[in-house]
Structures are given as C-alpha cells and as structure tokens.
C-alpha cells in the first residue's frame, strides 16, 4: 500500500522561530490533507491541498504532487502551535480511504 | 456550524462491559468515518459508511466490534465485550459531496479507558 512518511519525527522551537514539516508519499494521490492534533487530542484540519500552495495565516503549505511530497510551514511559531503535525492521502489506488503519516510532534518553547 | 459531534468524550469501563460510542456528523455529509488512534498504530480506519450503507469494515479489529448508521445524523460504535487492548482515542470523521477524496472533518474524539 501506499506509504506516508513524515520528518522530522519531532521538533523543538523557540517560540518565534519558522519550521518547515515534510510529508513523502509513495505513489499518486488524489487529496492530501494536513491536520493539527492539539494537546487535548483534537485533530484540526489546516489544510486540504492535493497540489499547489496555500497560506492562512503563519502557516502555509505547498504540495508538489508529480514529486510526492509536500510541505508545511510555521512562520513565527507560538506555544499554541505545540502539538503533533499530520499528514493524510486520499488515494483511489488504496480502496479509496484516507493514509495517515506517523505525524511530527513540535514543542514550541516560550 | 456545528462541527462533528461525538458523545462521550471520556470513557471508562471494566473489561467484558459493552462500550457503545455516538456520533453525529456535519450536517449534509454524506459520507461518515470511525477511526481509532493508538500510541502503537497511530490513525487507523475501522469503517465507513456512504449513505448511511456501511462500504469498507475491513478495517473493525474483531467481531467484538460492530456499526451502524440508522440515518443520515447518527452512527454508532459499539464494542462488546470490552477487554483492556480497545483502550484507545475512537474518532468519528464525516465527508460531504459526491468526490470520495473531498476533505474529511473530525471530530474531537472518545477517549476509552477499559481496565
């Protein structure tokens, strides 16, 4: 099946510092989505981007779906970005259901 | 809007107890979702429905585990008996439009203790 892998596995920031999180996947995908799984365990969609760039706010994310990855950064970084960081694909190759990456865990520092 | 909901959002219960865990999804979604998280496997599908019709379970741990969607604003998830390995975060996700990769929205999750 396909495979997602995330990195780092973890992070440590100051806060204020820009981080970037990487996504690979191993074969075409129809949809990529990224989520924030916050302290109290909520998964928070960021963003859904199967191609190209999107921003909202500090964070944007990039996808370049011909190479099988994509990106997500953190500008300025808060103690509320802390958290785990995940990447999921949609593909119809794999029964049509959505494969999670083992996601990056950021710990922004005050 | 409402966001999906999912009731309770804690759980506890002693091994071989019937476990039974709701859902309400966004409404207008027609597509509905139950995963489980666990430290050692991470985010896992269980099941899905598609209208109400439950389209892949290949992913439900056992015969213990069983769902149901008796209309388009209710799912649950019911485990029986219960024994000390389901303790984990069960998440209850739902999908709108006819694309099967449109976004899928969570919600916050049951947290199941059984001892």
């Known amino acids: 099946g396909i495979q997602v892998e995330q990195s780092p596995p973890d992070l440590i920031l100051q806060e204020g510092a820009n981080s970037t999180l990487r996504c690979n996947f191993s074969?075409?995908?129809?949809?990529l989505q990224w989520f924030h799984q916050n302290p109290w365990g909520q998964l928070i969609n960021l963003f859904y981007?199967?191609?190209g760039t999107k921003q909202n706010g500090r964070l944007s994310a990039t996808t370049v779906a011909t190479e099988r990855y994509s990106l997500l950064y953190i500008s300025s970084s808060q103690t509320t970005d802390s958290g785990v960081y995940f990447c999921?694909?949609?593909?119809?190759?794999?029964?049509?259901?959505?494969?999670f990456g083992q996601g990056t865990e950021l710990s922004v520092k005050p | 809007d409402a966001g999906v909901i999912q009731s309770p959002r804690h759980e506890v219960t002693e091994m071989g107890q019937e476990v039974t865990l709701r859902c309400k999804p966004i409404?207008?979604?027609?597509?509905l979702f139950w995963y489980r998280q666990t430290m050692m496997r991470g985010l896992e599908l269980l099941i899905y429905?598609?209208?109400?019709?439950?389209?892949?379970d290949s992913g439900m741990p056992e015969d213990r585990f069983s769902a149901k969607m008796p209309n388009a604003s209710f799912s649950t998830l019911k485990i029986q008996p219960s024994e000390p390995r389901d303790s984990a975060v069960y998440f209850c996700?739902?999908?709108?439009?006819?694309?099967?990769?449109?976004?899928?929205?969570f919600g916050p999750g049951t947290r199941l203790t059984v001892l």
């Open positions: 996700a739902s999908r709108g439009g006819l694309a099967a990769y449109n976004e899928q929205f």
């Open positions: 074969d075409s995908v129809n949809n």
């Open positions: 981007i199967p191609s």
């Open positions: 999921a694909v949609f593909s119809y190759n794999q029964g049509g259901k959505l494969i």
């Open positions: 409404s207008g979604h027609n597509s």
């Open positions: 429905f598609n209208n109400n019709v439950p389209i892949d």
